[in-house]
Antibody, heavy 123, light 107 residues
Framework: QVQLVESGGGVVQPGRSLRLSCAVS????????IHWVRQAPGKGLEWVAV????????YYADSVKGRFTISRDNSKNTVYLQLNSLRAEDTAVYYCARVSQALYSSSFPLDYWGQGTLVTVSS | DIQMTQSPSSLSASVGDRVTITCRAS??????LAWYQQKPGKVPKLLIYAASTLQSGVPSRFSGSGSGTDFTLTISSLQPEDVATYYC?????????FGGGTKVEIK
């Protein structure tokens, strides 16, 4: 069955870095774009970034542009989100999610989500 | 960027009531609109896509409508298991912006 499993969260000081991973199984990973969505404690969902199925295109929310980098390793069925220059407002559960249609980065909704990994930015 | 505005931000209704949530896009997005349900402590779940198409396995009491800038999620007969926060999302192009959410409770 389709599974996405996030890891790499934790407590980190402001200004420091963290790398999140999203390991997937149960589908042809190299055919699907993957998104990251975050949710601050008690708040709504915020779209963060997307990487295309082949890694050739990516897009970021303005709130993270220039600080976060999304990448993927299709040989390891894993997507990464590098979080640099972290701020208190980056504290959130980070989810990775799959686009429902192969080969598309957008134009289709997110049908499978991981359980999320919590990032806490605090001194 | 296109903004997504949901209303109301919360509502309380009785079991069996008809519940309606609205979502407005700041620019037209044709029907590239999804609705997600997030129960307390759980992962978001896709309910409806293409504004009105029910995802497989979703109960038929859920329905969606709209096109362009104005969209609606309707629960025809509210059930206790529908207690959740509901989000709309536009997905025509990045950024895939979410609405602020509507928290649904039982009266």
């Amino acid at each position: 069955q389709v599974q996405l499993v996030e890891s790499g969260g934790g407590v980190v000081q402001p200004g420091r870095s963290l790398r999140l991973s999203c390991a997937v199984s149960g589908f042809i990973f190299s055919s699907y774009a993957i998104h990251w969505v975050r949710q601050a404690p008690g708040k709504g969902l915020e779209w963060v970034a997307v990487i295309s199925y082949d890694g050739s295109n990516n897009y970021y929310a303005d709130s993270v542009k220039g600080r976060f980098t999304i990448s993927r390793d299709n040989s390891k069925n894993t997507v990464y989100l590098q979080l640099n220059s972290l701020r208190a407002e980056d504290t959130a559960v980070y989810y990775c999610a799959r686009v429902s249609q192969a080969l598309y980065s957008s134009s289709f909704p997110l049908d499978y989500w991981g359980q999320g990994t919590l990032v806490t930015v605090s001194s | 960027d296109i903004q997504m505005t949901q209303s109301p931000s919360s509502l309380s209704a009785s079991v069996g009531d008809r519940v309606t949530i609205t979502c407005r896009a700041s620019q037209g997005i044709t029907n590239y609109l999804a609705w997600y349900q997030q129960k307390p402590g759980k992962v978001p779940k896709l309910l409806i896509y293409a504004a009105s198409t029910l995802q497989s396995g979703v109960p038929s009491r859920f329905s969606g409508s709209g096109s362009g800038t104005d969209f609606t999620l309707t629960i025809s007969s509210l059930q206790p298991e529908d207690v959740a926060t509901y989000y709309c999302q536009k997905y025509n192009s990045a950024p895939l912006t979410f609405g602020g959410g509507t928290k649904v409770e039982i009266k």
